[in-house]
């Protein structure tokens, strides 16, 4: 058959249709970039380790194939406190980091959605101005800023912010702000609060403000209509914000290894320590396959519900 025939078949049969070839390209992406990592990384993690490299899992010898598949590794997951205390601390924070985010990030997204057009521009700059430098020298720099004599730890402690940090748990001792679990936050809450202000700008910036001019004309509250009219409109910006601050805070490594201290440890000093101080790589694939599933298995049954109620509509 010539490649021409083959082409006109697909055609016909409608495979390589516009509509088939847009929807297609995400699914490969998908498929390239995340699918089959996810496979490799999965293959190795029931994979046993010899010497510096993990054995592959199908072996042929003396006219007999097998399979040998290991999972001790995730029965030692299950089985150790560890790993469940440090993939717990690291859902917390991660949930911590994306409250703080849109509890900061709404209004600001508000004002910037509302604001004059010749504005807009120059809030925009503003939050993407932090991209500009590196992520990691700016992590760096607030150990300087929270560290002895840093102006930022001086102006918390003359404002006297570090007794409320104290009472709530986040300091354990007056003037230390650096390696506990509020310099960790905090470097989080900075480092990711773009992602959440960028999606829920995008939403609120296109939003009908005929539907806010109506709720006023039939007598509702501007605290009305915000909670009733304009938070129900912008929770597709709200979901996606928060899901681009979750999904990475919970596999974070240089916040935590920077700002944290020894009593916040999380997944990924975990898989660091797995992958390059004890070199055992099938161990750190299957903790980092836990962490996928901990991730991806919640949010797909949060979609599937999503779907099923906009279609109920």
Request: charged content about 15%.
């Amino acid at each position: 058959m010539s490649a021409n025939r083959f082409v006109a078949r697909l055609r016909k049969s409608k495979l390589l249709s516009g509509r088939s070839a847009v929807i297609g390209v995400p699914y490969a992406w998908l498929l390239v970039f995340f699918l089959l990592p996810f496979l490799i990384v999965m293959k190795i993690s029931v994979s046993e380790m010899e010497t510096v490299h993990f054995k592959d899992l199908l072996t042929y010898k003396d006219g007999l194939l097998q399979l040998t598949l290991k999972f001790s590794n995730y029965e030692f997951i299950a089985e150790d406190p560890l790993y469940f205390k440090t993939y717990l601390a690291s859902l917390k924070y991660a949930a911590i980091t994306t409250v703080i985010s849109l509890l900061i990030g709404y209004p600001f997204s508000y004002f910037m959605a509302r604001a004059k057009a010749s504005l807009q521009p120059a809030l925009l700059m503003m939050v993407m101005l932090p991209f500009w430098t590196s992520f990691l020298l700016r992590v760096y720099a607030w150990k300087g800023l929270l560290g002895e004599n840093g102006w930022v730890a001086n102006l918390l402690e003359w404002l006297h912010v570090d007794h409320l940090l104290v009472a709530a748990g986040l300091i354990p001792a007056l003037g230390k702000f650096m390696n506990t679990p509020f310099s960790l936050v905090l470097g989080m809450v900075y480092t990711y609060l773009p992602f959440m202000i960028l999606p829920l700008y995008a939403n609120l910036a296109k939003m009908d403000l005929r539907l806010l001019e109506a709720a006023a004309d039939l007598g509702a509250t501007p605290w009305t209509t915000f909670w009733k009219v304009t938070v129900p409109l912008s929770k597709a910006g709200i979901i996606a914000g928060s899901m681009l601050v979750f999904i990475p805070c919970v596999g974070e490594f240089v916040i935590p290894e920077l700002l944290g201290g020894p009593e916040t440890l999380m997944i990924g000093r975990v898989l660091w320590d797995e992958f390059f101080g004890n070199n055992d790589w099938p161990m750190a694939s299957g903790v980092a396959v836990v962490m996928i599933l901990l991730i991806i298995v919640p949010l797909a049954i949060f979609n599937k519900y999503q779907a099923e109620a906009q279609e109920a509509r």
